[in-house]
């Protein structure tokens, strides 16, 4: 990310984002000040979420200041995934954002640790306040409905009564891996977009309408990129 500062800029300002969440950061504490004044427009708020060990993996959340989100942390902490979370009071929009490793050999991460793991990821989430949104790469293929850890994975969505709701493929290889869940019962995040694959990552930008208030008509674009593999211009 600190050599992408002008692509996430320009993004910001041409496609007039209010939330922007990028996973994959490679940001630092160190270097996270500097890289906030290059890549953040006036009028927009800066979220770090870096990885605590290592280095790679990272989470940043760029945001509209008008929507007054402060970083709210969640007490758990996993190995299988990262997360990072802000919280909009006036709105009562909780945004978490998650990105999970693929398993190796090098990381030693395994499947069955990120079911247990986010099992009780999820216990924690119920008991938040606000509407829940949760978004990133999960790297779970969602489309392959043959697969036993997919499966698993669905029925955890389930139990604490979410749904995933990207329907096309966010990878340039194909596959559903960067997920939006929300509430069954909440049609505010069912309209998800996958956009043309345009800034050289391997993974498309998925953007999210939130309307939250009929009354004012106020409206949210979330977008989800991850930028390890992001070609500068």
């Known amino acids: 990310m600190c050599n992408k500062t002008t692509t996430i800029f320009d ?13 994959e950061s490679w940001l630092s504490d160190e270097d996270a000040s500097v890289v906030r004044q290059e890549c953040t427009p006036i009028g927009y708020g800066f979220h770090n979420f870096p990885r605590k060990e290592g280095s ?25 995934f990262e997360h990072g979370c802000i919280y909009d009071p006036n709105k ?8 999970r490793p693929p ?13 247990d793991e986010f099992t009780e990821f999820m216990y924690e989430i119920d008991g938040l306040s606000g509407k829940p949104l949760i978004v990133g790469d999960m790297n779970v293929h969602v489309d392959n409905h043959v697969d036993n ?8 969505l389930r139990d604490h009564d979410f749904i995933q709701t990207v329907k096309e493929p966010t990878h340039a290889k194909g596959h559903i891996l960067d997920h939006v869940l929300c509430r069954v019962d909440d049609s ?15 993974h498309h930008i998925v953007k999210v309408p939130l309307d939250y208030d009929k009354q004012d008509q106020s409206k ?9 593999n992001l070609d500068s211009h």
């Open 103 to 115: 398993p190796s050999n090098e990381n030693g991460l395994k499947h069955s640790q990120f079911i």
């Open 56 to 80: 790679g993996g990272g989470i940043v959340i760029i945001h509209k200041a008008e929507l007054k989100c402060i970083r709210s942390p969640i007490s758990s902490s996993f190995k299988s």
């Open 220 to 228: 949210i674009i979330c977008k989800s990129c991850s930028f390890r």
């Open 11 to 23: 993004l910001l300002i041409e496609s007039e984002i209010d939330i922007l969440v990028i996973t």
């Open 92 to 99: 009562s929009l909780r945004l978490i954002v998650v990105y």
């Open 149 to 156: 850890f997919v499966a698993q994975y669905l029925q955890i």
């Open 188 to 202: 505010t995040f069912t309209d998800c977009t996958v956009l043309p694959h345009r800034y050289g990552s391997d």
